[in-house]
């Protein structure tokens, strides 16, 4: 499975940005995704997911309200829309799928792509 996280880049606080993630899978419907993060020095964490129906979505506290996850099957990507951007959002942001429901732990994702930079300046 290849995954290609793209659309980081330095923003200031308040900006948004939307990140993409174009996976090399066949039968995209068949598999759950996941946003997740990781900050210098810190564990990676779960930002936001997506079930393979559009409806089922789930979001970490800390994003919920500012965050979107979204998927486009037709064309291999999940979308991650981010508004009202923190310096706390600052980290690398990695997707992953899975083939079954939405899960929060990291460990429950077996792939991972090279992830996209996100900075966020005061």
């Known amino acids: 499975v290849q995954l290609q996280a793209s659309g980081g880049g330095l923003v200031q606080a308040g900006d948004s940005l939307t990140l993409s993630c174009t996976a090399s899978l066949r039968s995209l419907f068949n598999y759950t995704f996941a946003w997740f993060r990781q900050a210098p020095g810190r564990e990676r964490e779960f930002v936001a997911a997506?079930?393979?129906?559009?409806?089922?979505?789930n979001y970490a506290d800390s994003v919920k309200g500012r965050f979107t996850i979204s998927r486009d099957n037709a064309k291999n990507t999940i979308y991650l829309q981010m508004n009202s951007l923190k310096v706390d959002d600052t980290a690398v942001y990695y997707c992953?799928?899975?083939?079954?429901?939405?899960?929060?732990?990291?460990?429950?994702?077996?792939?991972w792509g090279r992830g996209t930079q996100v900075t966020v300046s005061s």
């Open positions: 992953a799928p899975r083939l079954g429901s939405i899960q929060l732990g990291s460990r429950y994702y077996k792939s």
């Open positions: 997506i079930g393979r129906s559009s409806d089922s979505t």
